[in-house]
């Protein structure tokens, strides 16, 4: 891989490397091997749910494949495919040369494949069987190693987060350059701002309430179990304390990727900057104030239930406002239909319908119908599939030339993203109607009046994991033959754009100079033919490399 | 307009760069001060848990729980807000190029810790009850246990700087980001057993 990256050799990839975009790249392919992993885990599950029988795989062993899935996806995809991003952009979009603590960022990085590879060795002991939540006392009676080997690794991968959340907040408010003031660094400096913050408050009462269940599963206390006069509900409250956030943390950096990939293909100045900056700190700060929104059914009081449902509504101010925003920057520009900006049109129509199904959910009253259906399935899978992957693929396709210096194959991207979204509508789909007539999740067998909407939705599935060949298809190919890229192939304003593909060891020749706001695209006041003006300035700048 | 605010941001890199010749910023007390507020939340979160099983079960402490000796703990907290001012003089002595005050100062401060730490040793090895004897006992154990490890990396922090304080020039007047993170984070150590004593042993 030589020609990928002129001073770089393959062999730098596998090692403890301090430079921030080798640790970028391996973060995300680390995270793409488990999106496979955790992948194959839900077409098993989704091929023993095509017949209302356990006819694949015993119900235990589709415990483990529901457990592990979710665990997998969660903790070792979207986490770090999200930590790869941020890994990789803020310190070219802020001009530093690398994080502030480059050392601890590879120790971060590190954490995860160990990590990880502990996580699936649990399938040898018996996989965790209680979810991914873990609710005591079912995770006290279901496999006591396969159960401690999931509150480690999530120790792990918790303690990995956090690093690397402490890189993320030092970088963006120590490290931008000194011309770019905090209004004008780019949005999804923003978004990770308000993701970090998150993970340091939140991530250490996950580890608080893990280190007690361990206890709990080990050495014979009784924090959470009732039988020795503990009390569950509360796991439940410190639990949902980290993981209400931690869907924030998992959708927040592809807020601020859309806010990115959006205007550059666009063509338009994003609509309304600081309402997107900071409704992402509303939404943070919102964030930690819901969780026992998953909590309506768990015997919590009636003044406690309106609480939460009216703070959980009040969520949908912030991430109106931003989809509204998304929406308004599209308004009227010059679409250039590229994979990229179809995935960000995807995750805007997806995520959209996410967003609404968790109003309907935070409404006591239609929660307490659908409660552990297959609709909240659904309703997470359109946010977190719907919102984080597809907003995960749409910066793939806008990063992958700055990051290996080649172009991609765009129609291959485009049938990867039709087969995606018609996969992933077929899969998500249909559970709404399933949730709804009561088809409970989490068990391996249904009542046989399902089976018709359960068939389409395997369908779907499939469909889904083929989609992901012209990816991988695409990705190697145009890693060793692609069309190599230039220093700014989208012609965007963002200062990544302002050094070479690939950006050089430490970033940049000379410190990069801020002559545009991060999305001033056809702005100008001066000349008639608006578009013109900085679109010249962009070819001069690609011209001089 | 266009080129004067180019002129401007030049100007700025200028004089950035005038002083980047200095060596680069130094973010890691703002990076400790970040994993501080984390490490805080650890601790939110069992102290949020031992008030609420206080609040919601019936009897508290669950009948049979052994009354809490309080003579060792508040030999314990004197000893630990004690020695956050004696470590505070051995940073005050290296700003004076004072290496062997630092020295001093320090080692008695580890020496506290550890006589906090064999103090909290014969209070578990005393009482009257186990790990898993009742709810209170076990939040009891778990949280001033988590407390101790917290005491015990502080004292092997401390350990660290003084044998670091060996090399001759390791830390100066002007470079000392060892020292002030070792003394941030035991004073996080005592703040947070402040809280605990109040809240396990007074409550």
């Known amino acids: 891989m030589e020609q990928v990256h002129p001073q770089r050799k393959w062999q730098d990839y596998f090692s403890f490397s301090t430079d921030h975009k080798v640790i970028g790249v391996q973060y995300l392919v680390t995270a793409f091997f488990f999106y496979f992993v955790g992948g194959a885990l839900a077409e098993a599950m989704r091929v023993e749910l095509a017949t209302p029988d356990p006819d694949f795989v015993q119900p235990e062993f589709y415990n483990q494949l529901m457990t592990m899935h979710g665990s997998i996806m969660l903790f070792l995809w979207i986490l770090p495919a999200g930590a790869a991003f941020a890994n990789y952009l803020i310190p070219l979009m802020i001009g530093a040369e690398d994080m502030a603590f480059p050392r601890l960022n590879a120790v971060a990085f590190w954490i995860i494949p160990p990590g990880g590879i502990f996580f699936l060795s649990s399938f040898f002991v018996g996989a965790p069987q209680a979810g991914w939540t873990s609710y005591p006392p079912l995770s006290l009676v279901s496999g006591q190693w396969g159960e401690e080997i999931w509150i480690l690794s999530v120790l792990l991968l918790g303690t990995s987060s956090i690093l690397g959340a402490i890189n993320f907040v030092t970088t963006i408010l120590r490290m931008r350059i000194p011309d770019m003031d905090i209004h004008s660094m780019p949005l999804f400096c923003w978004s990770m701002l308000a993701t970090s913050a998150l993970i340091l408050l939140g991530t250490p009462v996950l580890a608080a309430a893990l280190i007690l269940l361990s206890f709990d599963l080990i050495a014979g206390t009784a924090f959470f179990n009732p039988a020795g006069g503990g009390d569950p509900i509360v796991y439940q409250h410190m639990f949902w304390f980290y993981s209400h956030p931690a869907v924030y943390i998992m959708v927040l950096p592809f807020f601020g990727v859309i806010s990115e990939v959006l205007p550059v293909h666009a063509r338009k100045p994003i609509f309304g900057y600081r309402a997107i900056a900071y409704s992402s700190l509303a939404i943070s700060f919102l964030g930690l104030i819901v969780w026992a929104h998953h909590m309506f059914t768990s015997g919590t009081p009636g003044w406690l239930r309106m609480f939460f449902m009216a703070t959980t509504m009040i969520i949908a101010v912030p991430t109106g406002i931003k989809v509204f925003s998304w929406c308004a920057t599209l308004w009227g520009g010059k679409l250039n239909l590229n994979s990229a900006l179809l995935f960000g049109i995807g995750f805007l129509s997806s995520f959209l319908i996410g967003g609404l199904s968790g109003v309907m959910v935070a409404s006591v009253p239609f929660d307490i119908h659908v409660h552990d259906t297959y609709f909240v399935v659904a309703h997470f899978h359109y946010v977190l599939f719907g919102g984080a992957v597809f907003g995960l693929f749409a910066a793939v396709y806008h990063w992958f030339p700055k990051m290996s210096g080649k172009m991609v194959n765009e129609t291959l991207g485009r049938i990867h993203f039709a087969m995606t979204f018609i996969g992933f509508n077929l899969t998500f789909l249909p559970m709404h109607p399933l949730g709804l007539q009561g088809m409970n999740r989490r068990v391996a067998l249904y009542d046989p009046k399902f089976q018709a909407l359960n068939e389409l939705v395997s369908l779907g599935s499939y469909l889904l994991a083929v989609s992901t060949f012209p990816f991988i298809i695409n990705i190697v190919w145009s890693v060793f033959k692609g069309k190599p890229a230039p220093r700014n192939p989208w012609r965007a304003l963002t200062l990544e754009w302002q050094t070479a593909s690939p950006p050089i060891i430490e970033n940049f020749e000379e410190e990069p100079v801020l002559w545009a706001g991060p999305y001033d695209y056809g702005i100008d006041t001066e000349s008639i033919d608006g578009d013109e003006e900085v679109d010249d300035m962009l070819a001069e700048v690609a011209g001089n490399t | ?203």
């Open chain 2, 1 to 203: 307009m266009q080129s004067s605010a180019v002129n401007e941001s030049q100007l700025v890199i200028d004089s950035h760069q005038e002083s980047a010749h200095h060596g680069h910023p130094d973010h890691r007390m703002f990076g400790v001060i970040l994993f501080l507020i984390a490490d805080s939340m650890t601790f939110i979160g069992f102290f949020a848990a031992f008030l609420i099983y206080r609040a919601i079960m019936p009897v508290w402490p669950p009948e049979g729980t052994p009354e809490l000796e309080l003579l060792v703990p508040i030999i314990n907290t004197s000893i630990l807000v004690t020695s956050s001012f004696v470590m505070h003089k051995g940073q005050v002595a290296l700003k004076n190029n004072d290496i062997q005050g630092l020295q001093k100062w320090f080692a008695i401060t580890a020496a506290m810790g550890v006589a906090f730490l064999a103090g909290q040793g014969y209070e578990y090895f005393h009482a009257e009850m186990g790990l898993t004897t009742n709810l209170f006992s076990s939040c009891f154990f778990a949280v001033t246990g988590f407390h101790g490890l917290h005491v015990t990396v502080g004292v092997l922090l401390i350990l660290s700087v003084l044998w670091r304080s060996r090399t001759e020039g390791h830390y100066s007047s002007t470079s000392h980001f060892g020292v002030e993170a070792a003394e941030i984070y035991w004073h996080f150590v005592d703040v947070i057993w402040l809280v605990l004593f109040v809240l396990v042993y007074l409550l």
